[in-house]
């Protein structure tokens, strides 16, 4: 029976509520909802000892293939473009700079909007300035994101700091819900547009994710395109910076496993220490290397 509704679901649209036209699923979703079903019937097993268990565990439900899709050099180009233009502008100036921390750094969206402030460390490399970013991430795993792009420690210290430039204590986030609401250009909740501020919630991802699609309309780049695209643009580029380094690139982007990175690069080197390393991605060595320009 799942295996006939799995099918359905990939071959037949269901219209939905509102009368829109549906779509069909997709090989992420259809294997996501096999998993879902597996373990509803996996945990009726545990509390129904005459239930069978593991009665879809040999199911052939193909896993879905890693989508490597990331950012064309003219995208790119695009994109960086747009965060010079329009960093000041009402309607994306609060979406640049995490926009920025995602492609600098690989982060997830869940992350960069529940960056907090006491998360955060500044220090001095050298001359350098770094953000030290200690927080729990998927998995519940422990990590470390070293920030030593000059911009997206720019964008972060002017988030958390106040018109004296100190670490402003009314808040928790980083980039706490600060937006321009569509409307006319009175600065009123009551005429329907304007400035709309809550410091003490931050971002969804689902309103990052919204912003993202509007951005991607905006620059009539490809529309698969989505804000993890950002992480995948991080680990491709660091995997050509680094000479292919995959245990380093896993380690800057969280992953467990190499072979999470080794949908990006086949080969295999030593990692070595982050700290005192190029941690995050400067845009202007992306461009040389993508123009062929060396050092």
């Not at 492609?103 to 953000?131: A, H, P, Q, W, Y």
């Not at 720019?154 to 958390?160: A, E, G, Q, R, T």
Request: aromatic content about 12%.
């Amino acid at each position: 029976i799942c295996r006939e509704y799995l099918r359905y679901r990939t071959t037949t649209i269901i219209p939905k509520s509102n009368g829109a036209k549906g779509n069909l699923w997709g090989e992420s979703t259809t294997f996501n909802c096999y998993r879902i079903i597996r373990a509803f019937l996996n945990w009726l097993a545990i509390k129904l000892p005459s239930f069978k268990p593991n009665r879809l565990a040999n199911l052939d439900v193909e896993r879905p293939k890693p989508n490597l899709e990331t950012f064309t050099n003219m995208e790119f180009k695009k994109i960086v473009e747009f965060m010079d233009d329009y960093k000041d502008d009402a309607v994306w100036f609060w979406f640049i700079p995490m926009l920025r921390v995602m492609l600098t750094s690989g982060c997830r969206i869940s992350e960069v909007t529940n960056m907090r402030i006491n998360d955060l460390n500044f220090i001095d490399n050298d001359g350098t300035k770094v953000i030290e970013w200690g927080f729990v991430g998927k998995g519940n795993k422990k990590r470390v994101v070293y920030i030593d792009d000059a911009d997206a420690y720019n964008d972060v210290w002017k988030s958390i700091t106040d018109k004296k430039n100190k670490i402003r204590t009314d808040k928790e986030y980083v980039f706490h819900k600060h937006y321009h609401k569509n409307g006319n250009n009175q600065y009123s909740s009551s005429s329907g547009g304007g400035i709309v501020e809550d410091i003490d919630l931050p971002f969804t991802s689902s309103g990052i994710q919204h912003k993202f699609k509007k951005m991607v309309k905006f620059l009539k780049i490809n529309p698969k395109l989505t804000p993890h695209s950002t992480r995948r643009f991080f680990i491709t580029e660091k995997l050509l910076e680094t000479g292919g380094d995959i245990p380093l690139t896993a380690l800057l982007v969280g992953h467990s496993s190499f072979s999470q990175v080794n949908h990006y690069q086949s080969h295999n080197q030593q990692s070595e220490m982050l700290i005192g390393r190029k941690n995050s991605l400067s845009f202007k060595d992306v461009i040389k290397r993508k123009k062929g320009i060396k050092e």
